[in-house]
């Protein structure tokens, strides 16, 4: 009697379950933004909401932006999130890695499930359009002869990490002023208050190309696009590459049903005609990653970068 007194409470149990699952999302799914408002990481989750909104009925979802320190503040509130499907969000490198090698991260890896990567978003050097620094080489003369006030966006970021290697290969000390994010950056390059910034292509391309600022490098070995005229950071004689990643992550421990529809719903928005068309008007470069490659992918850059820590702790 016992016996089948657990069994049939165990059967009913299941069939409880089951309704939520099936009424899944039943409210809003809040999306996570570790940055500013108005910055490429927002543009691209509500590019992604958008699309995603159009392509599942019954899916609404809240952008949530929380910024500071270089996007940890944000990539916490994702880990400590419920896990019950109702919060995801964006995450950028190399600050994800970056802030787990230093230590100063309440989260690891581990604290995700990664859905997959977006977009890429190669790093540049920029500076006001008065300026008489027209290359890297002007750049590294300049820096040789007075202090440099050059702007990065946070320590550890993917700016500070390529200005410090620059330092490293250029033979050079930058005064580097880490701001809360590419708004600052960008206010610092308009109105003359920097002497350079090492930004995010999409951050800048739209204020080049009207001649409010000049980017004088990309940092990376090809040439792109969108700026064929622009020489590479190789082609100039530095071995200075970088590029930012935005992938999208959800808490660990959600349930494994729901992870596979927001996988699959990833997979859906950036492989559609409508958000290709949406990234390529607000200059989003596309680098679809799988949410097991894009994991692979962050494992080894943490590798890397625990490298780069090892020998110039920040």
Do not use: C
């Not at 069994?7 to 039943?26: V, W």
């Not at 910034?197 to 951050?203: K, P, R, T, V």
């Not at 040439?223 to 970088?242: A, C, F, H, W």
């Amino acid at each position: 009697m016992l016996r089948k007194t657990l069994f049939s409470g165990l059967i009913l149990s299941i069939f409880m379950a089951l309704p939520a699952m099936a009424e899944y999302p039943s409210k809003p799914i809040t999306v996570i933004v570790p940055s500013k408002a108005g910055g490429s990481t927002d543009r691209t989750a509500r590019m992604i909401t958008e699309v995603a909104k159009m392509q599942n009925k019954g899916f609404e979802f809240v952008i949530k932006d929380i910024p500071g320190s270089g996007g940890q503040k944000g990539f916490e509130a994702i880990s400590r999130a419920k896990p019950d499907g109702y919060t995801i969000g964006l995450v950028f490198t190399p600050q994800l890695v970056a802030h787990i090698v230093s230590k100063r991260a309440k989260y690891t890896l581990d604290s995700f499930h990664v859905i997959g990567n977006v977009a890429q978003d190669p790093a540049i050097v920029v500076v006001p359009k008065d300026s008489d620094i027209k290359s890297l080489a002007d750049l590294a003369k300049k820096a040789k002869k007075s202090a440099l006030t050059v702007a990065v966006n946070g320590i550890g970021s993917d700016d500070f990490l390529a200005a410090k290697a620059f330092e490293a290969q250029a033979g050079v000390k930058f005064n580097l002023l880490p701001t809360k994010g590419s708004t600052e950056q960008k206010a610092g390059i308009l109105g003359g208050h920097v002497d350079a910034a090492f930004m995010n292509l999409s951050q800048m391309i739209a204020q080049h190309k009207a001649g409010d600022a000049h980017i004088i490098a990309l940092l990376s070995e090809e040439r792109n696009e969108n700026l064929p005229d622009i020489k590479t950071s190789k082609e100039q004689g530095y071995e200075v590459y970088m590029t930012a990643t935005r992938g999208v992550v959800a808490p660990a421990k959600v349930d494994a049903k729901i992870l596979a529809k927001l996988d699959e719903i990833l997979a859906k928005v950036v492989a559609s005609d409508e958000f290709k068309a949406k990234a390529k008007k607000g200059s989003i470069y596309l680098l679809p990653k799988t949410g097991a490659d894009y994991l692979d992918y962050l494992k080894s850059l943490q590798a890397d970068t625990q490298a780069v820590y090892d020998k110039a702790p920040w």
